[in-house]
């Protein structure tokens, strides 16, 4: 499954890039492919272009605050969790995913 | 004979100031009334009050406010200079005689005691710091001094014998005070007794008391009344100081009363036997310095003053206080033992565990941040090949001399005097500037002190020196040349600063030197001064050394000269260039004409220092061109051997010097100079390389093996460590960001590690701490696990588009890396966790080895 991403934290300098370092590795024991987006102190970094959001099939939001240019996911099915929740069971947001 | 017939001269002012015709400006007021034999009567035309223009606590008294008519009267033999002296002073001076005191007291911080005590439940008193530091000891309760109500004394038998005994206690307890004035080693502590020997031999003062007398009171009853009287009168004033000046009243007539009956009536002595805190609702300053040194280590004052005297001579003796602590008294049990921290602005039971575990940790901080700031600031500056450059500092008084030795100063290179002389409408007496000199020696401990002598011209308005306004006082009368005129004044401060010459190394300096006959007599000054001093049998140092500011141009082609006059040169680049250039700096118009790293500019420095040196000579730099240090290795370059800068940098000067190579900056200078214009010179200056930002890095901030107990305790040792490195001064700051994170939600991440970290500009660089656990503690991590490992980012909020961010945002996607985070639990030393994540990380770090 080709999966988008975009990790958020409050002060942005942390738990953003902890988020998505997680999410990368445990979709890759899942068997997926990953991109994933972070929106930190640093601004947006690894950003999605529209293409990489155009072939997801699933587009997973891990974060705190307000996702930065949000319509660009229109049209695309949006899993929503708190930051923390990366952090904490990744597995149980792959694992939803295969159903 | 013509009788001289003494017809009275009157005028009416309006009062000027704001706050009325308090102390101050009414001791000056009568400080110029006492310069005449006339009398002087000032009456309050709103309430007809009158007062007697010599007496302090009369004018006080007249109850004089804001806007009120007052009415002058004068007379007697010199009457008409009297007129014209006091009508000069209610026109020029009186308006300009309510400055405030100048109060150093510490910001008060909110009244929440620290995280870790908090959280162990302890309650704290809140006070403001007027005299910092931290201190424990028992409480002991000292009540105030206050004038019996009534005395069991016999009647009186003789009004001439009771008038004799109040004489005589008057002028005992001014000898009293004199005696103490001789022994006072502060400024602020002479301040306090020459106001308290001012209220003493106040004629208001002995008028009431022979009036009691007169009326068949006996001296004790006269003195307890008029005491009451001017008790009263001070402390309904709607003026904080006024009201403060009644317990000066109320001691000077408890030392009346003491030399009358040869015993205080009022409460004895407090005799200290173990280290105490004194406690009390306000404390005369006689009560405080009866107290033994030796064992009072903090006062706590009930009553709010700053300005009171006893917060002015705890201060002055570093005795740490705190004011206005609520109920001090009654939460405070006699015999108890507390903690006085007067850096946070609390008092608390020392008996309990947490407090004493936490004060444990905070002497611990504060004694590793001394011994690195001193390692680091005591070191003198060496460039990479070798050099020796001493960093002096500049001060204009004692407070600026001490910031500059706790930063690691080699001297002071330039102490101004000009502050001595300012804001007020008499010269300051030799013994006034003694014990600014005095303090200033002793303070620097060996290390030399340049004292420059007075530089005012037609700019400053100084009433005692009647300059005329100039139309352009840069090219006028200023500096040396005024000191012919005004030979006086001169004397008296080459004497003060003789004497301080004895105290430690002490040099005087004068400044605006433009030709050789001006220092041939500056010297005879000098060895003036020195005749006056040792027939009145005064110690001084014989071969004080004598120097000249190089700021006048002419002085570049008589140096030949000079040499074998002086001792040594200091180059004050302000005015030098400004008259080098012939441009204002202050003018927009020219001011592009103008700069110190011009080609020319530095060519003539070079002339200057070069020829200085083959003298033999020494030669320092104090302007404005070492205050920048972007110039440091053009002064380097140029032979400088001496520089003196703002107080506060000294630190980062000495650091800078470290990282420069003397040689380079050598040929740096050889290129300057052959540059044509400032921005090649700017250029080269571009290519050396100058101060490398602090690292993310430092060995201060690994500390394996905490003993912390729990979360608060972990970010308290945590924010200490950044404290100890100078990475931050403002600890509750930096702890408060840290927390502010942590409600959001707990930063534990699991696998027992936790992040905390904030964006804050409390810490003076991005900083990384790493913190490892004895024993495991809850962090309410996401995983329900302990926590052993805590890493903390600091990043600073002004910079947030710097590249550490991109080294933040490494670690915080390694720490999801199982084998780093074992790495991290497993490193053995603070240098090998360094170096490990200087390599994982792709950093710099630094650190004392």
């Given at each position: 499954?080709?999966?988008v991403?975009v990790?958020a934290?409050p002060?942005?300098i942390?738990?953003?890039?902890?988020?998505?370092?997680?999410?990368e590795?445990?979709?890759?024991?899942?068997?997926?492919?990953?991109?994933?987006?972070?929106?930190?102190?640093?601004?947006?970094?690894?950003?999605l272009?529209?293409?990489?959001?155009?072939?997801?099939?699933?587009?997973?939001?891990?974060?705190?605050?307000?996702?930065?240019e949000?319509?660009?996911?229109?049209g695309?099915?949006?899993?929503?969790?708190?930051?923390?929740e990366?952090l904490k069971?990744?597995?149980?947001?792959?694992?939803?995913?295969?159903? | 004979?013509?009788?001289e017939?003494?017809?009275?001269?009157?005028?009416v002012?309006?009062?000027?100031?704001?706050?009325?015709?308090?102390?101050?400006p009414?001791?000056?007021l009568?400080?110029?009334?006492n310069?005449?034999?006339?009398?002087?009567t000032?009456?309050?035309?709103r309430n007809g009050l009158m007062?007697n223009?010599?007496?302090?606590?009369?004018?006080i008294?007249?109850d004089?406010r804001?806007?009120?008519?007052?009415?002058?009267?004068?007379s007697?033999?010199?009457?008409?200079?009297?007129?014209?002296?006091?009508?000069?002073?209610?026109?020029?001076?009186l308006?300009?005689?309510?400055?405030?005191?100048?109060?150093?007291a510490?910001?008060?911080?909110?009244?929440?005691?620290?995280?870790?005590?908090?959280a162990?439940?302890?309650?704290?008193?809140f006070?403001?710091?007027v005299?910092?530091?931290?201190a424990?000891?028992?409480?002991?309760i000292?009540?105030?001094?206050?004038?019996?109500?009534?005395?069991?004394?016999?009647?009186?038998?003789?009004?001439?014998?009771?008038?004799?005994?109040?004489?005589?206690?008057v002028a005992?307890v001014r000898?009293?005070?004199?005696?103490?004035?001789k022994?006072?080693?502060?400024?602020?502590?002479?301040?306090?007794?020459?106001a308290?020997l001012?209220?003493?031999?106040d004629?208001?003062?002995?008028?009431?008391?022979?009036?009691?007398?007169?009326?068949?009171?006996?001296?004790?009853?006269?003195?307890v009344?008029?005491g009451?009287?001017?008790?009263d009168?001070?402390?309904h004033?709607d003026?904080?100081?006024?009201?403060?000046?009644?317990?000066?009243?109320?001691e000077?007539?408890?030392?009346?009363?003491?030399?009358?009956y040869?015993?205080?009536?009022?409460?004895a002595p407090v005799?200290?036997?173990?280290?105490?805190v004194?406690?009390?609702e306000?404390l005369?300053?006689?009560?405080?310095?009866?107290?033994?040194?030796?064992?009072?280590k903090?006062?706590?004052?009930e009553?709010?003053?700053?300005?009171?005297?006893?917060a002015?001579?705890a201060r002055?003796?570093?005795?740490?206080?705190?004011?206005g602590?609520?109920?001090?008294?009654l939460?405070?049990?006699p015999?108890?033992e507390?903690?006085v921290?007067?850096?946070?602005?609390l008092v608390v039971s020392?008996?309990?565990?947490?407090?004493?575990?936490?004060?444990?940790?905070?002497?611990?901080?504060l004694q590793?941040?001394r011994?690195l700031?001193s390692?680091?600031?005591?070191?003198?500056?060496?460039?990479?090949d070798?050099?020796?450059i001493?960093?002096?500092?500049?001060?204009?008084?004692?407070?600026e001399?001490?910031?500059?030795f706790?930063?690691g100063?080699?001297?002071?290179g330039?102490?101004?005097t000009?502050?001595?002389?300012?804001?007020r409408?008499?010269?300051?007496?030799?013994e006034?500037q003694?014990a600014?000199y005095?303090?200033?020696?002793?303070?620097?401990?060996?290390?030399?002190?340049?004292?420059r002598?007075?530089d005012?011209?037609?700019d400053?308005r100084?009433?005692?020196?009647?300059?005329?306004?100039e139309?352009?006082?840069?090219?006028?009368?200023?500096?040396a040349?005024?000191y012919?005129?005004?030979?006086?004044?001169?004397q008296?401060?080459?004497?003060?600063?003789?004497?301080a010459?004895?105290?430690?190394?002490?040099?005087?300096?004068?400044p605006?030197?433009?030709?050789?006959?001006?220092?041939?007599?500056?010297?005879d000054?000098i060895?003036?001064?020195?005749?006056?001093?040792?027939?009145?049998g005064?110690?001084?140092?014989?071969?004080?050394?004598?120097?000249?500011?190089?700021e006048?141009?002419?002085?570049?082609?008589?140096l030949?000269?000079?040499c074998?006059?002086?001792?040594?040169?200091?180059i004050?680049?302000?005015?030098l260039s400004q008259?080098?250039?012939?441009?204002?700096?202050n003018?927009?118009?020219?001011n592009e004409?103008?700069s110190v790293?011009?080609?020319?500019f530095?060519?003539?420095?070079?002339?200057?220092?070069?020829?200085?040196?083959?003298?033999?000579k020494?030669?320092?730099?104090?302007g404005?061109?070492?205050?920048?240090?972007?110039n440091?290795?053009?002064?380097?370059?140029l032979?400088?051997?001496?520089?003196?800068?703002p107080?506060?940098?000294v630190?980062?000067?000495?650091?800078?010097?470290?990282?420069?190579?003397?040689?380079?900056?050598?040929?740096?200078?050889?290129?300057?100079?052959a540059?044509?214009?400032?921005?090649?010179?700017?250029?080269?200056?571009?290519?050396?390389?100058?101060?490398?930002?602090?690292?993310?890095l430092?060995?201060?901030?690994?500390?394996?093996?905490?003993t912390?107990?729990?979360?608060?305790?972990?970010?308290?040792?945590m924010?200490d460590a950044f404290?100890?490195?100078?990475?931050t001064?403002?600890?509750?700051?930096?702890?408060?960001a840290?927390?502010?994170?942590?409600?959001?939600?707990?930063?534990?991440l699991?696998?027992?590690f936790?992040t905390?970290?904030?964006?804050?500009?409390?810490?003076?660089?991005?900083?990384?701490?790493?913190?490892?656990?004895?024993?495991?503690?809850?962090?309410?991590?996401?995983?329900?696990?302990?926590?052993?490992?805590?890493?903390?980012?600091a990043?600073?909020?002004?910079?947030?588009?710097?590249?550490h961010?991109?080294?933040?945002?490494?670690?915080?996607?390694?720490?999801?890396?199982?084998?780093?985070?074992?790495h991290?639990?497993?490193?053995?030393?603070?240098?090998?966790?360094?170096?490990y994540?200087?390599?994982?990380?792709?950093?710099?770090?630094?650190?004392e080895r």
């Amino acid at each position: 499954m080709k999966i988008v991403a975009v990790t958020a934290c409050p002060t942005g300098i942390a738990h953003t890039y902890m988020a998505a370092a997680r999410l990368e590795k445990i979709a890759k024991n899942f068997g997926h492919e990953i991109k994933v987006e972070t929106q930190g102190a640093m601004g947006i970094e690894n950003r999605l272009t529209e293409n990489d959001i155009r072939q997801a099939h699933i587009a997973i939001f891990a974060v705190d605050i307000e996702v930065e240019e949000r319509e660009r996911f229109n049209g695309v099915k949006v899993i929503q969790v708190p930051l923390q929740e990366a952090l904490k069971n990744p597995e149980n947001i792959f694992s939803k995913l295969q159903h | 004979m013509t009788q001289e017939v003494s017809t009275s001269l009157q005028f009416v002012f309006s009062c000027p100031l704001s706050s009325g015709l308090h102390a101050r400006p009414a001791s000056h007021l009568a400080e110029v009334v006492n310069q005449f034999a006339s009398d002087c009567t000032l009456t309050n035309l709103r309430n007809g009050l009158m007062a007697n223009g010599k007496s302090v606590l009369g004018i006080i008294a007249a109850d004089i406010r804001y806007s009120d008519q007052c009415a002058v009267r004068v007379s007697g033999e010199d009457e008409h200079s009297a007129h014209a002296a006091l009508r000069q002073f209610v026109a020029e001076a009186l308006p300009l005689c309510d400055v405030p005191l100048a109060v150093s007291a510490a910001p008060i911080r909110s009244n929440t005691p620290p995280r870790p005590l908090k959280a162990a439940g302890v309650s704290c008193s809140f006070g403001v710091p007027v005299s910092r530091g931290i201190a424990h000891g028992k409480v002991v309760i000292v009540s105030r001094m206050t004038l019996p109500s009534s005395l069991s004394t016999p009647n009186k038998t003789d009004s001439q014998k009771e008038l004799d005994h109040i004489k005589d206690a008057v002028a005992a307890v001014r000898r009293r005070i004199g005696e103490k004035l001789k022994y006072s080693i502060t400024p602020a502590g002479t301040a306090v007794l020459q106001a308290d020997l001012a209220m003493a031999s106040d004629v208001f003062l002995v008028e009431k008391l022979t009036e009691q007398v007169l009326r068949g009171k006996s001296a004790g009853q006269a003195v307890v009344e008029t005491g009451e009287f001017f008790i009263d009168l001070l402390r309904h004033s709607d003026n904080e100081y006024v009201r403060e000046r009644s317990s000066d009243i109320e001691e000077i007539c408890l030392q009346l009363l003491e030399e009358i009956y040869g015993a205080s009536p009022g409460s004895a002595p407090v005799a200290l036997h173990e280290p105490s805190v004194v406690v009390a609702e306000t404390l005369a300053p006689q009560q405080l310095l009866e107290l033994d040194r030796r064992w009072l280590k903090a006062l706590v004052l009930e009553y709010s003053g700053s300005t009171s005297h006893a917060a002015i001579l705890a201060r002055s003796l570093g005795i740490p206080t705190l004011v206005g602590v609520r109920n001090a008294r009654l939460v405070l049990p006699p015999g108890s033992e507390v903690v006085v921290d007067a850096n946070r602005g609390l008092v608390v039971s020392y008996s309990l565990a947490a407090v004493r575990r936490f004060y444990g940790r905070e002497q611990q901080t504060l004694q590793r941040r001394r011994e690195l700031w001193s390692r680091q600031t005591e070191k003198p500056a060496i460039t990479l090949d070798g050099q020796r450059i001493d960093v002096a500092a500049n001060a204009s008084s004692v407070e600026e001399l001490v910031i500059a030795f706790e930063n690691g100063a080699d001297g002071i290179g330039l102490f101004r005097t000009e502050m001595i002389f300012l804001g007020r409408e008499y010269p300051p007496s030799e013994e006034e500037q003694f014990a600014i000199y005095a303090e200033a020696a002793r303070t620097a401990g060996g290390r030399p002190v340049v004292i420059r002598t007075i530089d005012i011209g037609g700019d400053k308005r100084v009433p005692y020196l009647n300059l005329p306004p100039e139309e352009n006082p840069f090219l006028g009368y200023r500096g040396a040349r005024i000191y012919a005129e005004h030979h006086q004044l001169l004397q008296s401060q080459l004497r003060a600063i003789l004497r301080a010459s004895a105290l430690g190394q002490v040099q005087i300096m004068a400044p605006m030197i433009s030709s050789l006959e001006e220092i041939v007599q500056f010297k005879d000054a000098i060895i003036q001064a020195k005749q006056h001093l040792i027939r009145n049998g005064m110690p001084f140092q014989p071969d004080l050394k004598v120097g000249i500011m190089v700021e006048v141009p002419s002085v570049a082609f008589i140096l030949d000269q000079l040499c074998s006059e002086v001792d040594f040169f200091s180059i004050g680049t302000n005015d030098l260039s400004q008259y080098f250039f012939a441009a204002d700096r202050n003018n927009s118009k020219v001011n592009e004409l103008f700069s110190v790293r011009h080609p020319s500019f530095l060519r003539f420095l070079k002339q200057i220092v070069d020829q200085i040196r083959l003298a033999g000579k020494w030669v320092g730099m104090c302007g404005e061109m070492a205050a920048d240090i972007r110039n440091l290795p053009l002064l380097v370059g140029l032979g400088l051997r001496e520089i003196s800068v703002p107080a506060v940098e000294v630190r980062e000067y000495k650091r800078t010097v470290s990282r420069l190579y003397a040689s380079d900056c050598g040929v740096m200078v050889e290129r300057s100079i052959a540059s044509a214009k400032v921005l090649e010179v700017d250029g080269l200056l571009g290519q050396q390389p100058l101060q490398a930002a602090q690292p993310l890095l430092a060995r201060e901030l690994i500390l394996l093996g905490s003993t912390s107990k729990n979360k608060e305790e972990v970010i308290q040792e945590m924010v200490d460590a950044f404290y100890v490195a100078s990475r931050t001064e403002d600890r509750h700051l930096l702890e408060e960001a840290l927390w502010a994170r942590e409600a959001v939600y707990s930063t534990g991440l699991g696998y027992g590690f936790a992040t905390p970290h904030c964006k804050t500009d409390a810490v003076a660089a991005d900083s990384i701490c790493v913190l490892r656990l004895r024993e495991p503690i809850n962090w309410d991590s996401i995983d329900g696990e302990r926590v052993r490992m805590v890493v903390l980012l600091a990043l600073r909020n002004s910079e947030v588009a710097n590249n550490h961010m991109q080294v933040f945002s490494t670690l915080a996607r390694k720490l999801m890396n199982e084998d780093f985070r074992q790495h991290l639990l497993e490193v053995e030393t603070a240098d090998e966790a360094t170096t490990y994540l200087a390599a994982q990380l792709g950093t710099a770090m630094t650190g004392e080895r």
